[in-house]
Structures are given as C-alpha cells and as structure tokens.
C-alpha cells in the first residue's frame, strides 16, 4: 500500500546521472519507484539540460505526460509543443557573435530550437547525439540560420585539451551576456557537455515557472539531482535532495542526500522521503 507524504505534490528529477545511470539505462528500481509515484496521484517532471527531442524517448520509456523543463531552464513546456509554459531563447544579436567567433576560431558548436538541432559538419558531438541521445541532426549553414531561426540553446563537447580550450575561450568572451553549465553523463566519463543559454536561465527559474502554471507551491515539490546546474534546482524546491554520486557543491545545498546513481538514488529518495512502501 501506498501511503503519500500529503506535503509533496510534485516530483521534480534530472535525467543524467539521476535517473539514467552508467550504462545509459533506467534501473527496474528506479522504474518501479516512479510508476509508485504516480500512482499515488503525485506529478512528475522532468528537469534536463537536454533538449526536447533527446528526451522523447525517457518520456515514452516511463508513460509520462504533462510539462518538463527543458535546456537548463530555457523551455518549459509538453513533448509535442502543444502547451509551452515558459520560453527563453537567445537575443540574435549575440547569437550571431558566437557563430562568427566560433568560425573565426574553427570551434564546433551545435544550435537547438524548440524541436530542431542544428550542426554545420558531422563531428563526435553530433554522432553521440544521434546514437545516444537519439536525435537526429539538420545540418544548416550558421551564417544565416539565426537570422530565422529561434535558438534556444547552443551546446558545445569537450572530448579532449584543445576542446576544453576552446569551450573556455567562448566561455571568456561572452560570459556577460549569456548562460554557461558543464554538465555530465556517467555513460561518458571525463566528457563535459556545454549548454550555453540566455543569462538568468535556471533549473529554479523554471520550476517556479511551471510549479505556479500547475497551482502548487515551491514548499510542495521534491527535486533530485547530481550537477551544479540542479543547484538552482534543488534550491527553489521544497525539498532538495542530491545523488550521492554529486559534488560536494551540490550536497552542501542539498536538504538531503542520497544514495548513486548505480544503487538506485532515485528510487531509494522517492520511498525514503516521498513514499511510505509497505
């Protein structure tokens, strides 16, 4: 029998290193804990760096529906486009300053919108979104795409020295006037994934965007993470939990801290702290 915490009304959780562990799968742990969740009446949302089309498949994998947050923040929105709740795209302006840098200094990068990603050449980058992330790439010509196009975030990889060198060198140049998080996937260790935003974007922003669309305040949601962009996150939400496979920096803001992701963090939080299981 299920026995709801009544505090909590909404389950907020990361994808990467939360949800998904080492080998890029969901554990039957985790899978049963949120099917739990629903059942006892209790929405959940997904909050990711990720794009939309790269969280089609988790969606469908768990049978939710309703609103997520989207790249870091910039969207909250449904899967199909149908309800966007919040939405902050990139100014043109500067958008285009970082295509003409990034060409002047032979630095790949990749463009999202709402339901499009966008590359200039095939690189590991976009092979691993297409494999891992499974979606699929539109190659584009960058020079005249923002001037059309809505981008919602611009993402960079860091594979290696000269990568993380570069991903700096953009991050110096335009750390005024727009958003940086170096985020990671356990499937990819040592590989930082670089979303790039419109500056004031945030996890936190976005829950309480969506938490007020949905009637339920802040004090009403748990959130569950493990990078330093769910600071924010964790921080907005009435409860904040962080995975134990975190860094310190998120555990010293968390209210609790859980177990890895490889011994079921999430599920173990969810019974622990949403759900009395007997």
């Given at each position: ?54 969280c089609r ?6 049978g ?19 309800s ?31 339901s ?55 991050h110096?140049k ?16 040592g ?6 935003v ?5 996890k ?13 305040k802040?004090?009403?949601v ?9 600071i ?47």
């Amino acid at each position: 029998m299920l026995f709801p915490h009544s505090r909590y009304k909404l389950l907020v959780t990361d994808i990467d290193g939360t949800l998904i562990n080492n080998d890029g799968s969901i554990s039957a742990d985790n899978r049963k804990a949120l099917a739990r969740v629903s059942e006892a009446d209790i929405k959940i949302c997904l909050s990711t760096g990720r794009a939309t089309e790269a969280c089609r498949k988790i969606i469908g994998q768990l049978g939710l529906d309703g609103h997520h947050i989207f790249f870091d923040g910039a969207l909250v929105g449904t899967l199909d486009h149908a309800s966007e709740i919040y939405s902050k795209p990139l100014d043109r302006n500067v958008l285009r300053e970082v295509i003409e840098f990034s060409r002047a200094n032979e630095i790949d990068i990749d463009l999202y919108s709402a339901s499009h990603y966008f590359i200039e050449r095939e690189t590991w980058s976009s092979d691993i979104h297409s494999r891992f992330f499974d979606i699929a790439p539109t190659k584009a010509d960058f020079a005249t795409l923002w001037e059309y196009e809505t981008i919602i975030k611009i993402g960079m990889v860091t594979t290696n020295p000269q990568e993380a060198f570069r991903a700096t060198a953009i991050h110096n140049k335009f750390n005024s006037s727009l958003n940086f998080s170096y985020v990671r996937t356990p499937s990819y260790p040592g590989i930082d994934f670089v979303n790039i935003v419109a500056p004031g974007v945030s996890k936190g922003k976005a829950l309480l965007k969506l938490s007020a669309h949905l009637g339920i305040k802040p004090e009403a949601v748990i959130a569950i993470g493990d990078g330093e962009n769910d600071i924010p996150l964790l921080s907005s939400a009435g409860l904040g939990i962080a995975m134990g496979n975190a860094p310190r920096a998120v555990k010293e803001i968390a209210n609790e801290v859980t177990l890895d992701v490889n011994h079921n963090g999430l599920a173990a939080a969810i019974d622990k702290f949403l759900l009395q299981v007997s």
